[in-house]
Nanobody, 125 residues
Framework: QLQLVESGGGLVQPGGSLRLSCARS????????IAWFRQAPGKEREGVSC????????DYARSVKGRFTAWRDLVNRTVILQMNNLKPEDTAVYYC??????????????????WGQGIQVTVSS
């Protein structure tokens, strides 16, 4: 069973930045497509960003494009979501998810097989 662990969440003021990390306990994520999702209270889970298994395709939701950046940290074998210029509407529980396929492209729909437990991000003054 693949276990994913998110870290780096917390409370930040509007305009601030946070960096989320997704790791697989004891193993690499190199063989998986990885996506970030978020869910705010009373709302559906929303795809934020994804990196294809090959790493050649990285996609973002329109609401975060230009503010969020995702990449694979090859040294630490984790996946990073850098979130800049955060807004109150970015407040949500953020999840990373993994799928063994999706080599060339990756979906921003919740069709992934493995999920982390989620981590809270709160943007508030």
């Amino acid at each position: 069973q693949l276990q994913l662990v998110e870290s780096g969440g917390g409370l930040v003021q509007p305009g601030g930045s946070l960096r989320l990390s997704c790791a697989r306990s004891g193993f690499t994520l190199d063989d998986y497509a990885i996506a970030w999702f978020r869910q705010a209270p009373g709302k559906e889970r929303e795809g934020v960003s994804c990196i294809s298994k090959s790493g050649g395709s990285i996609d973002y939701a329109r609401s975060v494009k230009g503010r969020f950046t995702a990449w694979r940290d090859l040294v630490n074998r984790t996946v990073i979501l850098q979130m800049n210029n955060l807004k109150p509407e970015d407040t949500a529980v953020y999840y990373c998810a993994a799928h063994y396929e999706y080599y060339y492209r990756c979906p921003l729909t919740p069709v992934y097989d493995y999920w982390g437990q989620g981590i809270q991000v709160t943007v508030s003054s």
